[in-house]
């Protein structure tokens, strides 16, 4: 696996390679089965896979998050050489950011719900740094997790607005033995919060049978509920329209049910589609 800093290096080596089909999954490392299982399927459907791993400020609203996300990147590199990857771009932020400026492209609101609502500004980072990065790369198709199922809608609206030719695929949430999802900052739980944690897979899935004798708004109360009462900060529950995100009135179009909730020490979002 090669390792690029710069930009313009990455691009030349990937353009030598003279490849058709580029898959790219960019990450903020810290990697674990779930980043990996990105990589998996970018190798079983392009010729090339190229990741990136890159802690990107201008998303973090809390300074403190931004300090304390883990950067682990010798594990990182012994993980992607393990499953394969063609090459690492590990840029700078200078050589990204040329300058401080975001992004201005209209979200259609996707990024003032939910993610968006309690964490301001998160979105317009996210797509800054993703149309950076694709720009660098120019990958064929990108490869990014159902966990972040708002940042899937998202990163898709901003590459319609741009007309990307882009192939989008949104991969299966990983999870632990117990149903926790797969994420960078389950390793600050404590073995307690671990354990309370759980419960958020337990209540997904059982919203899944729940979901035939109730109606989405009553279902999303169900739910609140039950976080609650295993012992989490609920900041929303709700059953919502997997294309425009606004909470579901009915059950006749695709729906997925968006959790967040907060424990002592780390904050997690999950979800499941319903429909
Ligand atoms: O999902 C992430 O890890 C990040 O939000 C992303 C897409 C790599 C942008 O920094």
Redesign the pocket.
């Known amino acids: 696996m090669l390792i690029f800093k710069k930009q313009s290096d990455l691009r030349n080596w990937i353009s030598r390679q003279g490849k058709v089909c580029i898959g790219f999954v960019?990450?903020?490392?810290a990697l674990h089965r779930g980043?990996i299982s990105l990589i998996e399927q970018s190798k079983r459907e392009c010729e090339l896979t190229v990741c990136?791993i890159?802690?990107?400020p201008t998303?973090f609203n809390d300074p403190a998050d931004l300090a304390k996300y883990p950067r682990p990147i010798g594990s990182d590199i012994e993980l992607l050489l393990q499953a394969g990857c063609d090459a690492l771009f590990l840029p700078e932020y200078d050589d990204l950011y040329k300058t401080d400026e975001l992004l201005q492209t209209d979200l259609g609101g996707l990024d003032a719900l939910w993610e968006g609502a309690i964490r301001p500004g998160h979105f317009q980072?996210?797509v800054t740094?993703?149309k950076k990065?694709f720009d660098a790369v120019r990958p064929t198709h990108v490869f990014?997790?159902q966990k972040?199922f708002q940042?899937c809608s998202v990163?898709r609206k901003m590459m319609r607005n741009f007309d990307m030719k882009i192939s989008f695929r949104m991969c299966d949430i990983v999870r632990e033995d117990d149903g926790l999802a797969m994420s960078?900052r389950n390793i600050r739980l404590s073995a307690e919060e671990r354990k309370t944690a759980s419960n958020i897979y337990k209540t997904l899935s059982t919203a899944t049978i729940k979901k035939e004798t109730l109606s989405p708004e009553m279902l999303g109360q169900w739910a609140t509920k039950e976080l609650g009462n295993a012992g989490m900060v609920v900041e929303y529950a709700a059953i919502v329209d997997t294309t425009d995100l606004k909470p579901a009135t009915t059950w006749e179009w695709p729906t997925v049910l968006l959790v967040a909730v907060k424990l002592p020490s780390v904050r997690l979002i999950d979800n499941i589609l319903l429909s």
Request: glycine letters at 14%; charged letters at 5%; hydrophobic letters at 45%.
């Open positions: 960019p990450t903020m490392g980043h990136s890159f802690v990107n998303q980072g996210v740094v993703v990065l990014f997790g972040d940042q990163i960078s």
